[in-house]
């Protein structure tokens, strides 16, 4: 537990990233909602989680569009769309422009940014 915790606060506020196909979310099939870990933020629904193959839980839409901010990143040679959460400024992870229809996005988020809360 330690581990996630410390993980979970190098992702969401020194912009890290947890190891690909490690995190707990990933093959989450449950019906619910996913929140940001540190303010309970409802970012996203499962209906919109796709399996990309990339190794990090992703979803081609949010809840509500005022959810995340964007940023440009420019780290590590590339041109990226990083994701933060409009509430608390956690870094969640990164948006691109390769996911399925109906948006063609895919929303790439660390599973440590994450909590998850159960359809009843």
Not at 33 to 44: P, V
Not at 94 to 113: M, Q
Request: aromatic letters at 12%.
């Amino acid at each position: 537990m330690k581990y996630k915790k410390n993980l979970a606060h190098q992702v969401t506020r020194e912009g890290a990233t947890e190891p690909p196909f490690s995190g707990e979310y990933l093959n989450n099939k449950k019906e619910g909602y996913y929140l940001c870990i540190n303010c309970d933020k409802t970012i996203f629904s499962s209906e919109h989680k796709f399996d990309s193959g990339t190794g990090w839980p992703s979803f081609f839409s949010l809840v509500d569009e005022q959810a995340v901010k964007e940023l440009e990143d420019n780290s590590y040679g590339m041109k990226r769309v990083e994701i933060k959460c409009s509430s608390c400024n956690s870094h969640l992870g990164h948006l691109f422009p390769d996911g399925p229809e109906p948006t063609g996005l895919r929303y790439c988020i660390n599973s440590v940014a994450l909590n998850f809360r159960e359809k009843k």
